[in-house]
């Protein structure tokens, strides 16, 4: 009976994430500014939580190794730890192609790049340290040791460094609607993300207490780039202008001056900007997040099983692996 | 021009390549997660089977002076 369960269940797990494919490209709506485009968001966010869950998982599994010393939660580790690895690149991947698509190269260096390429490093270094290992009783309790260590640094790379830099090109606030972006301060020539624009902040100029902001605005995909000029009053701290992105409902205002440190605080001003605050977006968002976190879990136990399957045949054997 | 990627195409060929690849990994780890399973059922069998017999043999202690049936 409960194979018969398990089974249904995976067959279940390829319908709903076929269902979820379907659903990205014929039911969620484009996205105003980025046009099909902006659909990878429906893969690109549940692998990088897949990955998050699944160095979790390892972490734990290491943890129950090391207290009880049985293998096969050794086995679960690795195959957690390798399935995390599959979902980071996936994230990093489809990251790279989004970022094309917005930024106008796969790759710059962004913090949120660099933070996931550095954890990209750190488990594969995981990896080189197993096979480096020949005996199997070290090799496990080496390994457990580095993954938990390996997880500390995890919640930083992924959580903690990206929202550090303010001049970072990745969305860092929430899509939802209703909830409320920070707005990112920007010293004069600097460079920062604002919904989906690429913002530049071009020089300051101060009128009695009116202060002009100078900004060069640029859209997805690098199509067109324009100079707007949200203006705020220092003394009754109000925002007088507001300027509205070229062809959108979204404007641009300061809401903050810095004139010692010659920065500002710029911020977006919408109806709903977000990528999700659509239903059937949001819908299908966290269909896929549950479709993509179900197979981590299917991948997780056939990998184990099969590690585990490897080293009954070692034992047989009496060779190592 | 090419008509796959023209823009009213272009969506539903994506989705048939996204369709096509997820039919393939999904073909795959079923395949493996099956394999897999007969495998460990394979190897439990062959263990249960490998296992040495209990012995049969009683042994019953004899006292000194009584007469052992052989």
Redesign the interface.
């Known amino acids: 009976m409960a194979q018969r369960m398990a089974q249904a269940a ?1 067959l279940l ?2 319908v709903w ?2 269902a979820v ?2 659903s ?3 039911v969620v709506p484009q996205y105003e500014g980025l046009g ?1 485009a902006g659909r990878i968001i429906i893969m690109h966010v549940p692998t990088a939580w897949v990955s998050v869950l699944a160095f979790t998982v390892s972490a734990l599994f290491s943890g129950l190794y090391l207290w009880r010393g049985q293998p096969k939660h050794d086995d679960y580790a690795l195959a957690a730890a390798e399935s995390g690895f599959l979902f980071t690149v996936l994230a990093t991947v489809t990251g790279a192609i989004f970022s094309q698509v917005v930024w106008g190269v796969y790759w710059n260096w962004d913090p949120r790049q660099t933070s996931i390429f550095v954890l990209l490093l750190i488990y594969a270094a995981l990896f080189a340290l197993r096979s480096s290992i020949e005996d199997v009783a070290r090799r496990r309790q080496l390994s457990a040791v580095y993954s938990l260590f390996a997880f500390v640094t995890m919640p930083f790379l992924i959580f903690v460094a990206p929202r550090i830099s303010d001049s970072t090109l990745h969305p860092n606030c929430a899509f939802i609607q209703g909830s409320k972006c920070e707005g990112v301060d920007l010293g004069v020539g600097t460079l920062g993300l604002l919904g989906d624009r690429k913002v530049e902040l071009i020089s300051l100029d101060r009128v009695g207490d009116v202060v002009t902001a100078k900004v060069e605005v640029t859209e997805p995909g690098m199509a067109s780039v324009a100079t707007l000029s949200p203006t705020y009053d220092t003394a009754s701290h109000k925002i007088i202008d507001r300027p509205n992105f070229p062809g959108l409902r979204f404007r641009l205002v300061v809401e903050g001056v810095d004139m010692v440190a010659n920065s500002v605080r710029l911020n977006i001003e919408a109806p709903g900007t977000g990528l999700i605050d659509n239903g059937r977006t949001l819908l299908t968002f966290l269909a896929s997040i549950f479709g993509f976190t179900a197979l981590f879990f ?2 997780m ?2 990998r184990a ?2 590690l ?2 490897q080293w ?2 070692a034992r ?1 054997e009496g060779s190592r692996i | 021009m090419n008509v796959a990627l023209d823009a009213g195409a ?3 060929v ?2 048939a390549v ?2 096509s690849v ?2 393939g990994i ?1 073909a795959y ?2 395949r ?2 099956s394999q ?2 007969a ?2 059922r394979e ?1 439990e069998r062959e ?1 249960r089977r490998e296992q040495p017999a209990a012995p049969r043999a009683t042994v019953t202690r004899v006292s000194a002076g009584e007469p052992v049936e052989k």
């Open positions: 995976k797990i390829g994430i076929a494919a379907v990205m490209f014929v099909n299917w991948m136990n056939v099983t099969l585990s399957v009954a045949l047989r | 272009a969506v539903y994506a989705m996204t369709l997820w039919i999904f780890l079923w493996i997660d897999a399973r495998l460990r190897i263990e």
